[in-house]
Nanobody, 128 residues
């Protein structure tokens, strides 16, 4: 079993920044990727960013490229999502996830079914 706990969400004005954190505990050694997804009201859950746990390869949704940065700290079993230049359309509940993508190609890092465990989510609200 793996437990994920997110933190760092909140209310920020457009153009501002937030940093989300996700601490993993439990049997994390068998997982190879951690990702961030988000879900806005009345919308499907969508991919935001992912990182391969060992190599550190990163993957981003087009909508956040150049604004968001995903990183990880092995010693702390933690993945971060630095979010800059936030826009009102970034408002959503952000979820951290961990899993083992079937293949080491970008597509498999972006789909929810590659991830076995999910956090409870943290709300990010960007005001205009």
């Amino acid at each position: 079993q793996v437990q994920l706990v997110e933190s760092g969400g909140g209310l920020v004005q457009a153009g501002g920044s937030l940093r989300l954190s996700c601490v993993a505990s439990g049997r994390t050694f068998s997982s190879s990727a951690m990702g961030w997804f988000r879900q806005a009201p009345r919308k499907e859950r969508e991919f935001v960013a992912a990182i391969s746990w060992i190599g550190g390869n990163t993957y981003y949704a087009d909508s956040v490229k150049g604004r968001f940065t995903i990183s990880r700290d092995h010693a702390k079993n933690t993945v971060y999502l630095q979010m800059n230049s936030l826009k009102p359309e970034d408002t959503a509940v952000y979820y951290c996830a961990i899993g083992v993508p079937k293949y080491s190609i970008s597509y498999y890092y972006t789909i929810p079914k590659s991830y076995d465990y999910w956090g409870q989510g943290t709300q990010v609200t960007v005001s205009s």
